[in-house]
């Protein structure tokens, strides 16, 4: 390995040391370096030996952090990680992160909290506004409907 790649290979471990990172942000940063094809590659198999890239780790704590903080539904979470090259088994490692009950409870939840800042007097307008709100966060609307009809 020459001394050109030795530096952005420390450069790249330092950038995946700070945050997860995919194959593919890592792959845009070594272009903004001018390290290109194989060297590249190269790169990115030694980070991978090392351990600090790791997809599936990323995926799984891209999904959780997102679905526990911004409270994200599937739908939105599956489109980004895709969006990040993440496809496949990794992409379903990350969808398991999330647990079927805490999924219901965090989506009745943010129905209730956006329940409340809603001022409407037509119950069907808020329903309309509320499923449209939460379809907007990734939620699946077959779902949405369900925890509706059980809060009336």
């Given at each position: 390995m020459t001394d050109r790649l030795k530096d952005a290979l420390r450069k790249a471990a330092s950038f995946c040391a700070y945050q997860e990172r995919t194959q593919q942000e890592v792959?845009?940063?070594?272009?903004?370096?001018?390290?290109?094809?194989d060297d590249a590659d190269e790169v990115i198999a030694e980070l991978i030996t090392l351990n600090y890239l790791n997809e599936e780790r990323f995926a799984k704590t891209f999904a959780g952090g997102k679905f526990r903080v911004k409270q994200w539904g599937k739908r939105k979470i599956r489109q980004h990680l895709q969006q990040r090259g993440i496809t496949g088994y990794n992409l379903d490692q990350a969808m398991t992160e999330?647990?079927?009950?805490d999924y219901r409870e965090a989506l009745a939840a943010l129905l209730d909290k956006k329940r409340r800042s809603l001022r409407d007097d037509n119950p069907l307008v808020i329903k309309q506004k509320l499923a449209r709100y939460a379809m907007s966060k990734g939620y699946e609307s077959d779902l949405i409907w369900q925890v509706l009809g059980e809060a009336e």
């Amino acid at each position: 390995m020459t001394d050109r790649l030795k530096d952005a290979l420390r450069k790249a471990a330092s950038f995946c040391a700070y945050q997860e990172r995919t194959q593919q942000e890592v792959r845009e940063r070594l272009d903004d370096w001018g390290i290109y094809g194989d060297d590249a590659d190269e790169v990115i198999a030694e980070l991978i030996t090392l351990n600090y890239l790791n997809e599936e780790r990323f995926a799984k704590t891209f999904a959780g952090g997102k679905f526990r903080v911004k409270q994200w539904g599937k739908r939105k979470i599956r489109q980004h990680l895709q969006q990040r090259g993440i496809t496949g088994y990794n992409l379903d490692q990350a969808m398991t992160e999330i647990g079927a009950d805490d999924y219901r409870e965090a989506l009745a939840a943010l129905l209730d909290k956006k329940r409340r800042s809603l001022r409407d007097d037509n119950p069907l307008v808020i329903k309309q506004k509320l499923a449209r709100y939460a379809m907007s966060k990734g939620y699946e609307s077959d779902l949405i409907w369900q925890v509706l009809g059980e809060a009336e």
